[in-house]
């Protein structure tokens, strides 16, 4: 960093390279010449230009690619908080009919044990007396 610094400011200095030339290090001028250091080939510059490009292409890919996976999970998201929505509804449905089963089994069961109950009790004795003034046989 030191070595451009001391080169656009003209003053190379000691690790500098002898071998540059006076263009390359005079700073860069409004029409875009000079500057580099060293000046950069056309073959090499095009090289480059066709690598970054085609890397613009597969970003544009990728991009592509991260938004149908954004676009699957979100949907995904939406159909588990959908189905929990409707699972929720239902086991409060549920809940009410398990509720009304629950309550007419506890009425049968309360009308077994009463009809049980009545049947183990013993029957009352009767005991017949012949009114009076009937003969007897």
Request: hydrophobic letters at 40%; glycine letters at 8%; aromatic letters at 2%.
């Amino acid at each position: 960093m030191a070595k451009i610094i001391s080169l656009y400011l003209n003053k190379p200095d000691q690790g500098a390279d002898a071998t540059l030339s006076r263009e390359s290090r005079m700073p860069l001028d409004g029409g875009g010449n000079g500057g580099q250091i060293p000046p950069m080939e056309d073959a090499w510059r095009d090289k480059v230009n066709d690598r970054l490009h085609g890397l613009e292409k597969e970003v544009h890919g990728v991009r592509g690619w991260m938004t149908g996976i954004a676009v699957a999970i979100a949907a995904s998201v939406a159909l588990s908080l959908g189905s929990l929505t409707v699972s929720l509804m239902t086991s409060s449905k549920l809940s009410d009919e398990f509720r009304a089963q629950r309550a007419e089994m506890s009425a049968q069961t309360s009308a077994i044990a009463n009809s049980i109950t009545a049947t183990r009790q013993q029957a009352p004795q009767v005991i017949l007396v012949p009114a009076p003034g009937t003969p007897r046989r």
